[in-house]
C-alpha cells in the first residue's frame, strides 16, 4: 500500500469565471457541514415549487429507523421543472440533440416547446391507458427521445417510471416488471446499435409470458421492422399521441414521493429497486450537473451513458433539463462506424462538456490516437468519467489528446444510491490527481472505516471502507418494497454511517483514491453485476451442479467475470459445454454477464462449514496465487492445486 500523495495536476487557464473557484468551494463546504439546513434550504430554491418547504432536512441513519426525507412539505413537479419552466425564456432552444446510430441519418433538434408538447401528449397517453399517480411504469427503450418523453410523462402524471436497460434479456425484465408492480411496459419494435438491431419489442413479448395478464405493452415504432402484434394488449403509442390533447396538467407531487425505481445489482440475491425521490433527487441532480460540469447558459452537453442506467437518469435527462441545458443523446455506440465516432459527434454538435466511461477511454486508446486528431474538438471544456477507477494511463491519453491539456477532467466517483456525484472535482476549484476522484462534494462527509472494528480512521494517509457520515439529498430513500433489506445492506455493518460498498484510500493530500468494490460486486465495463446473480444463472443449467463467479482484473472491461463451474456428476466439459453456458448466461440476464472465463472445477475450496472460500477462487482468478492466505480450514486443501494447476488466467 502506497500513501504517498501524487503530485496535483493545476487547473488550466480559462476556469477564473468557473462557478465555483477554490475559495468558494472551501467556504461553502465548510457550511454545507456545519450548517446544512441553510446551505440546502436555499440550494432547494434552484427548483419552482408549487407548496414551498418549510422544513429542509429530516434523516435518520440508525439501524432499525432509517428515514431519509428531504423539502419534506414541499410540493413540486419534476416534469414541469424540466420542460415548463423553461418555456418563458428559452422554448425555442434546443433541449435534446438527438444523434442517431447511423452516422448517414440527420440529427434531430427537439427544442424546450417541441419536448413541452411530446410530455404532454405522451402522459395523456399514459392516462388514457389508466395509468394513475403511484403507479409503476417499465421504461424498456433504446437511447431514443421517446425515452426522455417517456420518463418526463410518468413525472408529469405522478407514476414512478423504471427503466431496464435495453441490453437485458426478456427474463430479466421479467423480474423488474413483476417485483415493481408495473401496469405499463413502454417498449420500441427493434433498436438499431453499431450497424445492428437489437429485437425489444419480441424480448417484451417473451417477457410478459411470465407476467400478469393486465401488463399493457406501449410500443414505439421507431424503426418500423416489423413485430408480432397483439390487440387489446399492444398499444402503438406515436399513432395514441396524435389524438389525445397537448395539454396534461401536473401533477403536484409530494417532495418525497418517489420519482422512479432503478434496479441495481447487488452483493446478494435479486436486483434490488433503489427508490429514488422527487424533491432531494432533483435538487442534488441539477446542483451537481450545474458544479461538476460548470455548466452555463449555451453550453451543450453529452453524456455517453444509456438512460437504463443511473448515470443516464442524472446527466442526460433530470440535471441538464432541470437547468434548461442542451443535452445530447446518442443511440450508437463509440466504435461504429469507426473508433472516431465520439470525437465526430463532438465535433459536429460543438459539444463543450463530454462525460464517459473509463473503459471507454480504454478501447479507444487502444485504436491509436489518428481517430481523434481527424476530429475539431476546440469546442470541449470538460471531460469527465464514471463509473468504475480510471488507471493513470488513460486518465492521461484522455488529457492529452482529447483535451489537450486544456479540459479539466472530473472523475466523478458516485453510485445508483447516491442520485449524483459524491467524491469529484470541480473544473475550477479543484486541482486534479490522474486515478483519484479527489474530494467530497457539498453535504458530503466521506470517512474512512476499519472493515474489522467498523471503527472511524482520521486523519491522512489511511485506507479502509467508504461510509458517508450524514445524508444529502439525492440519496435512496428504500428498496422497492424491502424496508428492511435497504437497511441490512447500507447501515448494519457500520452502525451510524451509509456503506457504499467501496475500498478506499485518503492520501496525505484528504483526496480520495476509489479501490474498488469491497463486497461480492464486480464492475464490467462500469457496469455492476452481483456474482450471486450470474452464478444462480449458471446452476439454473440442468448440466451445472455448482458455481462460483468471482471478477478478475481486465485490460479493457476493468474487471472481467471469471466463473469456476462444477458440473454434474456423469456430465463431461467440452467447448460446445462452454459456448452453451456462455450463451446461457446472455439469455438469462443479458450480454453484460457472459462470463469471460469459464473454468472446469471438479471441487470448490471449501470450509469445513461448506463455505466456498471465494478468497481463494479470487486470487487463483488473479493468476496470483502465491499469496493464498490460510487454506488450513479447507475440507480438501488438494482441490486448490487442481485449480491452479487447471487456471484460465496466466497473465
Ligand atoms: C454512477 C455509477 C457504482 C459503483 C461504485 C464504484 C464504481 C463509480 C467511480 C467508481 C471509482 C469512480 N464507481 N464511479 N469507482 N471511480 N469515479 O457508476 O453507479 O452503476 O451504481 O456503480 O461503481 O465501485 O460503488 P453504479
Not at 16 to 35: F, K, M, Q, T
Not at 55 to 71: L, P, R
Not at 109 to 118: D, G
Not at 608 to 625: C, P, Q, T, W
Request: glycine share 10%.
Amino acid at each position: 500500500m502506497t500513501t504517498a500523495a501524487a503530485e496535483k495536476i493545476a487547473i488550466p487557464a480559462g476556469f477564473e469565471n468557473a462557478h465555483v473557484g477554490p475559495d468558494r468551494y472551501a467556504d461553502l463546504y465548510a457550511e454545507s457541514i456545519s450548517d446544512p439546513e441553510a446551505f440546502w434550504g436555499r440550494e432547494g430554491k434552484r427548483l419552482d415549487w408549487i407548496e414551498p418547504y418549510t422544513k429542509v432536512k429530516n434523516t435518520n441513519f440508525a439501524f432499525g429507523d432509517v428515514s431519509i426525507k428531504w423539502f419534506e412539505d414541499g410540493v413540486l413537479n419534476a416534469s414541469v421543472n424540466c420542460v415548463d419552466r423553461h418555456l418563458k425564456d428559452r422554448a425555442d432552444q434546443t433541449a435534446i440533440i438527438f444523434e442517431p446510430d447511423d452516422p448517414q441519418a440527420e440529427a434531430q433538434h427537439i427544442t424546450y416547446a417541441e419536448l413541452s408538447e411530446k410530455v404532454n401528449r405522451f402522459a395523456n397517453v399514459l392516462l388514457s391507458q389508466g395509468v394513475m399517480r403511484g403507479d409503476r411504469v417499465v421504461i424498456y427503450l433504446p437511447m431514443i427521445p421517446e425515452a426522455a418523453y417517456a420518463m418526463l410523462a410518468c413525472a408529469r402524471i405522478g407514476a414512478i417510471h423504471s427503466i431496464v436497460f435495453a441490453g437485458f434479456s426478456p427474463d430479466a425484465l421479467a423480474n423488474r416488471i413483476n417485483d415493481s408492480g408495473a401496469k405499463v411496459v413502454i417498449t420500441a419494435d427493434t433498436a438499431p446499435r453499431g450497424g445492428r438491431r437489437t429485437a425489444l419489442k419480441s424480448n417484451t413479448d417473451a417477457a410478459l409470458l411470465h407476467c400478469s395478464d393486465r401488463v399493457r405493452c406501449l410500443v414505439v415504432k421507431h424503426t418500423g421492422d416489423q413485430t408480432t402484434w397483439i390487440d387489446g394488449r399492444d398499444v402503438d403509442v406515436k399513432e395514441q399521441m396524435k389524438h389525445v390533447s397537448p395539454d396534461c396538467p401536473p401533477r403536484p407531487m409530494g417532495a418525497e414521493d418517489p420519482l422512479f425505481v432503478l434496479y441495481t445489482s447487488g452483493s446478494t440475491g435479486k436486483p434490488k429497486g433503489v427508490v429514488h425521490s422527487t424533491g432531494g433527487y432533483l435538487v442534488y441532480a441539477a446542483m451537481t450537473h450545474q458544479y461538476t460540469f460548470d455548466y452555463k447558459d449555451g453550453d451543450i452537453f453529452w453524456c455517453t451513458a444509456d438512460v437504463g442506467w443511473v448515470t443516464g437518469h442524472s446527466y442526460i435527462i433530470y440535471g441538464p433539463l432541470a437547468n434548461g441545458a442542451t443535452t445530447l443523446m446518442f443511440e450508437g455506440v463509440p466504435t461504429y462506424p469507426d473508433a472516431g465516432r465520439f470525437w465526430e459527434v463532438c465535433a459536429k454538435h460543438k459539444v463543450n462538456q463530454f462525460y464517459t466511461a473509463p473503459t471507454a477511454i480504454r478501447a479507444l486508446m487502444g485504436k491509436g490516437t489518428e481517430f481523434v486528431e481527424k476530429h475539431d474538438l476546440s469546442s470541449l471544456r470538460i471531460l469527465g468519467t464514471v463509473g468504475e477507477p480510471i488507471n493513470p494511463e488513460a486518465w492521461n491519453w484522455y488529457n492529452d489528446h482529447v483535451g489537450k491539456g486544456k479540459c479539466p477532467i472530473v472523475d466523478t466517483w458516485w453510485q445508483t444510491e447516491t442520485g449524483g456525484h459524491l467524491i469529484t472535482p470541480l473544473p475550477g476549484a479543484t486541482e486534479t490527481k490522474p486515478g483519484s476522484a479527489t474530494v467530497p462534494f457539498f453535504g458530503v462527509r466521506p470517512e474512512i472505516l476499519d472493515p474489522s472494528s467498523a471503527e472511524r480512521i482520521d486523519g491522512n494517509g489511511v485506507e479502509g471502507v467508504l461510509c458517508i457520515a450524514d445524508s444529502w439529498p439525492g440519496q435512496m430513500r428504500t428498496v422497492w418494497g424491502d424496508h428492511q433489506r435497504f437497511m441490512e445492506t447500507y447501515f448494519q455493518q457500520y452502525p451510524g454511517y451509509y456503506f457504499t460498498g467501496d475500498g478506499c484510500r485518503r492520501d496525505e493530500d484528504g483526496y480520495y483514491w476509489i479501490t474498488g468494490r469491497v463486497d461480492d460486486v464486480i464492475n464490467v465495463s462500469g457496469h455492476r453485476m452481483g456474482t450471486a446473480e450470474v452464478e444462480s444463472a449458471l446452476v439454473a443449467h440442468e448440466h451445472v451442479a455448482e458455481a462460483a463467479v468471482v471478477g478478475y482484473p481486465h485490460a479493457l472491461k476493468g474487471q472481467g467475470i471469471y466463473a469456476y463451474v462444477t458440473l454434474m456428476n456423469g456430465v463431461e466439459p467440452s467447448e460446445e459445454l462452454r459456448a452453451e453456458l456462455e450463451k446461457w448466461v446472455r439469455t438469462e440476464i443479458g450480454p453484460i454477464a457472459k462470463p469471460d472465463l469459464i473454468q472446469w472445477a471438479p471441487g470448490m475450496p471449501k470450509t469445513r462449514s461448506g463455505k466456498i472460500m471465494r478468497r481463494i477462487l479470487r486470487k487463483i482468478a488473479e493468476n496470483d496465487f502465491g499469496s493464498l492466505g490460510d487454506t488450513s480450514t479447507l475440507a480438501e486443501p488438494e482441490v486448490v492445486d487442481e485449480l491452479i494447476a487447471n487456471r484460465m488466467n496466466r497473465d
